[in-house]
Nanobody, 121 residues
């Protein structure tokens, strides 16, 4: 199983980034795909998740600024991030869950490496 996150970088406050996570080694369309993030000195937190049927889950503070999408033909999940703030600076991780059990880290079965997003002027 591999989940390869990419798309991080340095962006100014108010800017946008789109993260991607290409997956292999499992039946992508059968899995809930999600994003978490971990800021320096903080615990990893849930950002968003999406099922193949289109059901989405967001942390309230990110709803409206972040949009999760997926392309089952490419086994890839995306996170579009708009109106970025310095407090969005974090390592962003993608994850996969065989069924919806919740938004805790333990509810996800597979993890990718993080991609770093830095929001700074």
């Amino acid at each position: 199983v591999q989940l390869q996150a990419s798309g991080g970088g340095l962006v100014q406050p108010g800017g946008s980034l789109r993260l991607s996570c290409a997956s292999s080694g499992f039946t992508f369309r059968n899995y809930i795909m999600g994003w978490f993030r971990q800021a320096p000195g903080k615990e990893r937190e849930f950002v968003a998740a999406r099922s193949s049927s289109g059901r989405t889950y967001y942390t309230d503070s990110m709803k409206g600024r972040f949009t999760i999408s997926r392309d089952n033909t490419k086994n890839t999940v995306y996170l579009q991030m708009n109106s970025l703030k310095p407090e969005d600076t974090a390592l962003y991780y993608c994850a996969a869950s065989s069924s919806y059990r919740g938004t805790a880290m333990d509810d996800f079965d597979y993890w990718g490496q993080g991609t770093l997003v830095t929001v700074s002027s």
